[in-house]
Every structure is written in structure tokens, then in C-alpha cells.
């Protein structure tokens, strides 16, 4: 993928996260069902993996590496909720 993402841009983690392909679907739900959400996916033999919270606009969108180093998107993408001019 870094290979690939070198030939578009020299940030590969905003490419990533703004390039418009998703291969997985995703899904929010409160944090106190997650365990009984696992167990359901399960029985029909799917993983699900948390992979963030939703928290209020105001604070932007930050992800965390796997090293735990905050990182903040130059780019956010195409935004689903806002309303058309």
C-alpha cells in the first residue's frame, strides 16, 4: 500500500483515510453493548474490531498509532452529513 500511496501523495495515512475505498463495513454502537455484539457477530462466525469512539464535532478528528502518538488528517474526506448548498 505505501508503495502504491508514494505515487499520490507523501502522507500515506491521509490517502488511507480519505481516498474514498472502503473494504470493510462499519458500525457504531454504545460502548456498554460491546461485548453482547461480539458474542452475536461470533455466532454467525464475523469478527468485529472497536477501532474508536464518537465524540462531539468540536473535537476534530484525531486517530492514535499503534505506538500510542496522537495524529491529526490534514484531509478528512468526503463528509456524509453535510447538508448540500
Known amino acids: 500500500y505505501r508503495r502504491i500511496a508514494a505515487r499520490y ?6 490517502l488511507a483515510i480519505s481516498g474514498g475505498e472502503d473494504y470493510e463495513l462499519l458500525l457504531t454502537a ?8 461480539k458474542a452475536l457477530f461470533g455466532q454467525s462466525g464475523l469478527q468485529i474490531t472497536p477501532i474508536g469512539e464518537i465524540v462531539d464535532h468540536r473535537h476534530g478528528l ?6 500510542g502518538r496522537e495524529y491529526r488528517p490534514r484531509k478528512t474526506g468526503y463528509d456524509h452529513f453535510k447538508k448540500p448548498r
Do not use: A, V, W, Y
Open 9 to 14: 501523495t507523501s502522507n500515506d495515512i491521509d
Open 62 to 67: 484525531t486517530l492514535f498509532m499503534e505506538d
Open 30 to 37: 454504545p460502548r456498554k453493548k460491546g461485548e453482547k455484539l
